[in-house]
Nanobody, 122 residues
Framework: QVQLVESGGGLVQAGGSLRLSCAAS????????MRWYRQAPGKQRELVAG???????NYADSVKGRFTISRDNAKNTTLLQMNSLKREDTAEYFC????????????????WGQGTQVTVSS
């Protein structure tokens, strides 16, 4: 099995910064894409940022220029640096990892973390 653990959420004033971390562990052979999603109360979960194993990134338009995703392949971790935070960034943030697991053959499975709350106050 694979476990993802997020950390780094909290309460921050608008204009401030937070850095979220997500660490994957378990029976991992390799990790393809890693992504960050968020879900605000009453809204659907949305993709915030993603990064491939080779380092290619993509971002939601709403966070471009403010958020930066990175990863450490050796440590199976991904970071989301969030700057110039706005009230509308308030949400629970989840990371996901598309993993090839040991003894899993060619299949790729998506695993999710438990989420970490980010609250931006005015």
């Amino acid at each position: 099995q694979v476990q993802l653990v997020e950390s780094g959420g909290g309460l921050v004033q608008a204009g401030g910064s937070l850095r979220l971390s997500c660490a994957a562990s378990g029976s991992i052979f390799s990790i393809e894409a890693m992504r960050w999603y968020r879900q605000a109360p009453g809204k659907q979960r949305e993709l915030v940022a993603g990064i491939t194993s080779s380092g290619s990134t993509n971002y939601a338009d709403s966070v471009k220029g403010r958020f930066t995703i990175s990863r450490d392949n050796a440590k199976n971790t991904t970071l989301l640096q969030m700057n110039s935070l706005k009230r509308e960034d308030t949400a629970e943030y989840f990371c996901s990892a598309d993993c090839r697991v040991l003894a899993g053959g060619k299949y790729v499975f998506r695993y999710w973390g438990q989420g970490t709350q980010v609250t931006v106050s005015s």
